[in-house]
């Protein structure tokens, strides 16, 4: 279902001259370059250069002389821009540990249609990709239309992901992986890029994406982000990890691995990890709230649980959250040092229990950090909740910044 406050996102990941002239088309304008010289102040043939961009980004159009402006003076009138219609759809097809998400999803954040499903205990990837694909075309089914006939289509990985290649931490011969056999149940999976078989399936050019840079850039576009050019995304509810958006645009790294926040040592002689590592945040706190829930509640406990408790005001969960958020602050404190950015935006699916997690943050970094760096930093929950992935997904497609690995077919 549509939700009736569905965002209309802005044009992130442009540049602040592109904004300006994206500001002006807004409310339906349609300006020649001459006009949108004049009225964003910038250089006509600096106006020029943008138009070119936006448009091979398909985010404005351009007008014919015909097309129905009205023209004043002599000669030719001038061809003129206005924004792209947004009529068309993302098929957005977002992966967790635990969900699998499925949308068809508008140009301007709208959802037409959407569907949700608990993965379960499959843990193979085939078959999960083929139970995703088919609640795509349930979704889109809803619309009227097929996957087929969406513009993009954006697959969000949890994994430590590599464009072409797959989950590069998950590789571990089944020797070192019966270490951490929890892990290894939970995260060691979706191994393998799912770009070449979604694009077969769907005959659509295809991209895929860490599930928190999706996520994050949810929330840069249409959430707690919004006007931000710097902040750090942390993914918790469904996996540990975190995305980078750095001057207004998604950091991926050198290998597209910037932002694995789960595989940040913490403790140098702790536990086994996956990525061949010990002491990683994952291997310390992966199993954090069931494992305090354990031996502090009558039932083992999960996140929807802890919301549920925090709305309810209950003081251990205050504590258990405070405690986490205190490590995670203690991993993220020389990072914030180091970039330097306006938030930390924790995941909205923690609900009411975001609170007590950002005063425990907010303890650890006051105390590991600068003052002048730390009273800058803001610590804010997601807006987003759930849907902050398939808002990303949406961003990819409207921004131009899609991997150089995407299918283009």
Request: charged share 20%.
């Amino acid at each position: 279902m549509r939700p009736p406050d569905a965002p209309v996102l802005p044009s992130y990941g442009t540049t602040g001259n592109e904004r300006l002239v994206l500001a002006a088309l807004r409310g339906g304008a349609v300006l020649s370059r001459a006009e949108l010289s004049a009225t964003t102040g910038l250089p006509k043939t600096t106006v020029t250069g943008i138009a070119n961009r936006l448009l091979q980004r398909g985010m404005v159009v351009e007008h014919t002389a015909d097309s129905g402006r009205q023209h004043r003076g002599r000669g030719r009138p001038a061809s003129g821009l206005t924004l792209a219609d947004t009529g068309g759809l993302v098929a957005a097809l977002c992966f967790s540990h635990t969900t699998i998400r499925a949308a068809a999803v508008g140009w301007d954040g709208t959802f037409a249609a959407s569907r949700t499903s608990d993965i379960g205990k499959d843990r193979d990837q085939q078959r999960v990709l083929d139970r995703g694909l088919r609640l795509l075309a349930e979704a889109f089914a809803e619309t009227g239309s097929t996957p087929e006939q969406a513009d993009l289509a954006v697959v969000g990985v949890p994994a430590a992901f590599e464009q072409g290649v797959g989950a590069v931490f998950d590789q571990l011969p089944d020797a070192a992986r019966t270490a951490v056999p929890e892990l290894a149940k939970l995260f060691g999976w979706f191994r393998s890029d799912p770009v070449p078989i979604v694009t077969e399936r769907l005959g659509i050019p295809t991209t895929a994406e860490n599930y928190a840079n999706l996520a994050a850039l949810g929330e840069a576009t249409a959430g707690a982000g919004r006007g931000m050019d710097d902040i750090i995304y942390i993914k918790l509810v469904e996996g540990v990890g975190a995305g980078l958006i750095l001057g207004g645009r998604l950091h991926r790294g050198a290998r597209g691995l910037a932002g694995e926040l789960a595989h940040v040592q913490v403790l140098p002689d702790g536990r086994s990890c996956l990525c061949g590592s010990r002491g990683c945040l994952a291997a310390t706190y992966g199993g954090f709230v069931e494992s305090i829930g354990r031996s502090a509640y009558p039932e083992p406990l999960t996140f929807a649980d802890m919301r549920e408790l925090a709305t309810a005001g209950d003081v251990g969960t205050r504590r258990i959250m405070a405690d986490l958020g205190r490590g995670f602050g203690r991993a993220l404190a020389d990072v914030c040092v180091m970039l330097s950015p306006e938030a930390i935006i924790v995941d909205g699916m923690l609900g009411a229990a975001a609170e007590p997690f950002l005063a425990g943050m907010r303890d650890a970094i006051d105390r590991r950090m600068p003052n002048v760096l730390a009273q800058s930093l803001q610590l804010l929950p997601g807006v987003l909740g759930e849907r902050a992935d398939m808002l990303g997904a949406v961003a990819i497609a409207r921004t131009g910044q899609l991997p150089a690995a995407t299918s283009t077919r």
